[in-house]
């Protein structure tokens, strides 16, 4: 295994602007989790996919936060309109079928100015 | 919902000692608790990971248990190591999927 690889791993915008980011998991693994860092806290929960299938979101997901996976194979989590409430470290993380251990990449770090 | 608390939030201990971290959590119908390390700025590395049904788990120098029915978690380091300075997180599952994780406990080993 490779590990989980994200993209890109630093990443600074201006309010209002579009930001995209790509998680690569370990192959073969079919479930893909996004979290979300912030300083001094504790990862928290966005969404995870099942293959292709998004299964489940957090509160914390706005109408501005959408992830994708297209082919079960990578997804990516788009921020629209970015505020500067949503400078974190976005972690994203994943999990082979009949497994329990969820494998988290190094995540991308988020500044909005 | 699932709330962890860790702790302490910050621990500094003489390289050699040996250590226990806690964690607690509300809601004892848990499907897996799983500690990990971080370090600053990096992602999470698994550590241990421990089953509803298991009562502890072991891996060189760590050993993690659980008492579901208290709602807490130890981490125990043994023999500690100035590499072993990060922070350590304890996180929860009730489904096998959200995790729910504690703000850390930030460990110092002293040379």
């Known amino acids: 295994d490779t590990g989980v690889s994200q993209n890109p791993r630093h990443k600074i915008t201006k309010r209002g602007q579009n930001v995209t980011f790509r998680c690569d998991p370990i192959?073969?693994?079919?479930?893909l989790y996004w979290y979300r860092q912030t300083l001094g806290q504790g990862p928290e929960f966005l969404t995870y996919f099942q293959n292709e299938a998004q299964l489940e979101k957090s509160r914390l997901l706005s109408d501005r936060f959408s992830a994708e996976r297209p082919k079960g194979s990578f997804s990516t989590l788009e921020i629209q309109r970015t505020e500067q409430g949503d400078s974190a470290m976005y972690l994203c993380a994943s999990r082979r079928t009949g497994g329990h251990e969820q494998y988290f990449g190094p995540g991308t770090r988020l500044t909005v100015t | 919902k699932q709330e962890v608390t860790q702790i302490p939030a910050a621990l500094s201990v003489p390289e050699g000692e040996n250590l226990v971290l806690n964690c607690s959590f509300t809601?004892?119908?848990?499907?897996?608790l799983q500690w990990f390390r971080q370090d600053p700025g990096k992602g999470l590395t698994s550590l241990l990971l421990i089953q509803s049904s298991q009562r502890e788990q072991t891996s060189g120098r760590l050993n993690a248990s659980l008492d579901k029915s208290s709602g807490r978690s130890t981490l125990y380091i043994a023999a500690s190591q100035p590499g072993d300075s990060a922070t350590y997180l304890c996180?929860?599952?009730?489904?096998?999927?959200?995790?729910?994780f504690g703000t850390g406990t930030s460990l110092t080993v002293i040379p």
């Open positions: 809601d004892s119908a848990i499907y897996n």
């Open positions: 996180a929860v599952s009730t489904t096998g999927n959200q995790f729910y």
């Open positions: 192959s073969e693994h079919n479930r």
